[in-house]
């Protein structure tokens, strides 16, 4: 079964300062997804960044990057210049290639912007 | 384009009883597919819907189950409430396929007393 860690509880930065989560997964598939979810106190999980397995080049949107390390199962979000409103949970996910799409999500990182 | 709609937004519930939660996809989306999410155990997969098909089940008792109409709105239904059963429960919405984005909703928050 695919497993994902989140191994930072909680983070912080100040705002225009740059900021990384680390996830790392488990897997023994070859083709999959991986995702980063924002989820602010309104609950509304928000798809922030989206990487494909096959895929060398690591996602960017706008101020949102992504480092993944594949032999590594590693993937890191990075948010530069940061905003008060990145403050949210951030969820790692993953989802298999083919057929269900069933996203296995990590613990969670809730992140703290100051000002 | 209304994105994925969830109701009731808050419910209460003694022990025992049933629940009955909806969905509505955004307009086009033909999968559908529910999570729990809890503080102890985080976001957990219930089940997934494609076409009025369930398409994959998570690891719940079959007090959970749910369905899919022809206009790909979907519901879950929670029979004998347990305690443990509080949560918010979030629903997504795709066009269905590999390459399909899934979009959430604000969930339903599900308190049993």
């Known amino acids: 079964a695919q497993t994902v860690t989140q191994s930072q509880p909680e983070m912080s930065v100040q705002e225009a300062e740059t900021v990384t989560l680390s996830c790392t997964y488990d897997t023994s598939e070859s083709d999959y997804y991986l995702f980063w979810y924002k989820q602010p106190p309104s609950r509304q999980m928000i798809l922030v960044i989206r990487q494909e397995a096959y895929k060398q080049q690591n996602a960017t949107e706008n101020r949102f990057s992504v480092n993944f390390q594949k032999a590594a199962k590693s993937f890191s979000l990075k948010i530069s210049d940061s905003q008060l409103g990145d403050a949210a949970m951030y969820f790692c996910?993953?989802?298999?290639?083919?057929?269900?799409?069933?996203?296995?999500f990590g613990k969670g990182t809730k992140l703290t912007v100051n000002p | 384009k209304a994105g994925v709609t969830q109701t009731p937004r808050y419910l209460i519930k003694t022990r025992g009883q049933q629940v009955t939660l909806s969905c509505s996809p955004i307009?086009?989306?033909?999968?559908v597919s529910w999570y729990q999410q809890t503080p102890g155990q985080g976001l957990q997969f219930l089940f997934e819907?494609?076409?009025?098909?369930?398409?994959n089940k998570g690891n719940f008792p079959g007090r959970f189950s749910g369905r899919q109409f022809s206009n790909s709105r979907s519901e879950m239904n929670v029979s004998t409430l347990e305690l443990g059963d509080s949560a918010l429960y979030l629903c997504?919405?795709?066009?269905?396929?590999?390459?399909?984005?899934?979009?959430f909703g604000d969930g339903t928050r599900l308190s049993i007393l």
């Open positions: 996910a993953y989802r298999r290639q083919g057929g269900s799409e069933k996203l296995v």
């Open positions: 997504a919405s795709s066009l269905g396929g590999d390459n399909q984005p899934q979009h």
């Open positions: 307009s086009g989306h033909r999968s």
């Open positions: 819907y494609f076409s009025e098909t369930q398409r």
